[in-house]
C-alpha cells in the first residue's frame, strides 16, 4: 500500500488533520498486512462509482481502496544536520511514497507559530529547504564513493556520476531534484538512493473558520504562495483541520451545513485524499458481485496481468484473459447479460491497459 507523509512546522495544525484524516480509516480485517502503528492511518479513499456498484449488486459488503497517511515527526529548520527531532523526520520520510506539506494561512494570536509570524511561503521554504539539503548531503556523498569506480572507467559509475553531478548542481541552486531531466536509465540509478526531492509534493493549506484567513483578505502573502504553486505546477487544497476533526462524525449534508454556517470556504478531507490519490498517479479499478464490491489500486498505465496482482500475486502468472466493462456502461445496461449483448461487456488479452473505472472479471 503506498504511503503519504504529512509534513510541517510546529502549530500548524497536522495533528489535528491527522487525527480528522484516520477517523476515516478502513477496517483493518480487509487489509491484514498494514502496520499497526498510532503514527500511520490507513485511510479509504472516497468514490461514488464503487457506492453505485455495491448497489447495483447488492453486495453484502463493500471495500475501498485505501491509502495509508503518516504522522512525520516535528520539522525545524536545521533538521537535515540533526536539530531537533531531525534524523527520524528524515528517516520517516525516506519510507514514505508521497509527501503533503502542511502550512498554516490563518492568523490566530492564541496558536503561536514557531517563527513568530504566519508567513507560508517562508514555511514551505524551510520544509523544502531541508529536503534539499539532506539530498545534498546524500548525493556529495554518493560522488565521493563512486569516484574509485569512476577511475576504474567503470561505465555504470562513469553514467551514475554524470546524473549525480546534474543534480547535485539543481540542489546547489535551491530546486529539486525532479527538476533534472534524466532518461530511463538514470531514474533507474537515482531510485536507489532514494532522494526526498525526487518524491511526489502536494500542499495543504490550513484554514480556521471564523478567523483571519490570508486567501480571504487579499494578503500579498497568499499572492505570493500561489505564485510559486502556479510556477512549479503544483496541486495544493485548502482544508479546515480543526472543523474537519470537530464534525468527522456528523452526515455529509449536517457537515456542510454547519461549515457554510461557520464560514468555511475550504475543500474537504476527501477532496485531499483523493488529490493525494492522484499524486501517486493512482486509479481504480473493481470487481462486484452478491458476495463484495471492492475497488482495487493499481498504477496508471499497467496492463491487466499486473493489475491482477492487486488481488493475488498469482494472477501475473496464472492470467488467461480478463471480461472488461466500464463501471457506468455497467450500470446503464442493467445487468451483465445485457452489457454482453450490447457488446460492451468484452473480453481483453495480456496486452490490455487498465482504465480507471474498469470493472473487471480475471479468468485464471
Not at 479513499?45 to 457506492?51: A, F, H, I, S, T
Not at 526531492?197 to 495543504?204: D, L
Not at 463501471?327 to 473480453?347: F, Y
Not at 487498465?354 to 480475471?362: A, C, H, P, T
Amino acid at each position: 500500500m503506498l504511503s503519504i507523509g504529512i509534513v510541517g512546522l510546529p502549530n500548524v495544525g497536522k495533528s489535528t488533520l491527522f487525527n480528522a484524516l484516520t477517523k476515516k480509516s478502513v477496517e483493518a480485517e480487509n487489509y491484514p498486512f498494514c502496520t499497526i502503528d498510532p503514527s500511520v492511518g490507513v485511510v479509504s479513499v472516497p468514490d461514488q462509482r464503487l457506492e453505485e456498484l455495491n448497489e447495483f449488486s447488492k453486495s453484502k459488503k463493500m471495500v475501498p481502496a485505501a491509502i495509508e497517511f503518516v504522522d512525520i515527526a516535528g520539522l525545524v529548520a536545521g533538521a537535515h544536520s540533526g536539530e531537533g527531532l531531525g534524523n527520524k523526520f528524515l528517516a520517516n520520510i525516506r519510507e514514505v511514497d508521497a509527501i503533503a506539506e502542511l502550512v498554516r494561512i490563518f492568523e490566530d494570536d492564541k496558536i503561536i507559530h514557531v517563527e513568530g509570524k504566519i508567513d507560508p511561503m517562508d514555511d514551505v521554504e524551510v520544509i523544502n529547504l531541508e529536503l534539499i539539503m539532506a539530498d545534498f548531503q546524500t548525493v556529495t556523498k554518493r560522488l565521493d564513493n563512486v569516484e574509485k569506480d569512476v577511475r576504474r572507467q567503470d561505465k555504470n559509475a562513469i553514467i551514475e556520476k554524470g546524473v549525480l553531478q546534474k543534480i547535485e548542481k539543481v540542489l546547489d541552486d535551491g530546486k529539486f531534484a525532479s527538476t533534472v531531466e534524466m532518461d530511463e536509465e538514470e531514474i533507474k540509478i537515482v531510485k536507489a538512493l532514494h532522494l526526498l526531492t525526487m518524491k511526489p509534493i502536494f500542499y495543504i493549506l490550513n484554514k480556521k473558520s471564523g478567523g483571519q484567513n490570508l486567501d480571504e483578505i487579499e494578503d500579498e502573502r497568499y499572492d505570493q504562495l500561489i505564485k510559486f504553486f502556479e510556477e512549479t505546477g503544483a496541486k495544493y487544497v485548502k482544508v479546515d483541520a480543526q472543523i474537519e476533526h470537530e464534525l468527522q462524525d456528523f452526515a455529509p449534508d449536517e457537515k456542510e451545513e454547519f461549515k457554510q454556517q461557520l464560514g468555511g470556504s475550504a475543500d474537504d478531507i476527501d477532496g485531499l485524499i483523493r488529490t493525494g490519490y492522484e499524486l501517486l498517479d493512482l486509479i481504480t479499478y473493481f470487481t462486484t458481485g452478491e458476495d463484495e464490491s471492492r475497488a482495487w489500486t493499481i498504477k496508471r498505465g499497467w496492463a491487466a496481468p499486473m493489475a491482477g496482482t492487486a488481488i493475488h500475486t498469482d494472477f501475473k502468472d496464472k492470467f488467461i484473459k480478463a471480461d472488461v466493462i466500464n463501471w457506468q456502461d455497467l450500470i446503464s445496461c442493467g445487468s451483465h447479460a445485457v452489457a454482453r449483448e450490447k457488446g460492451l461487456k468484452r473480453i481483453e488479452g495480456k496486452e490490455y491497459v487498465v482504465k480507471d473505472g474498469d470493472v473487471i472479471e480475471f479468468r485464471i
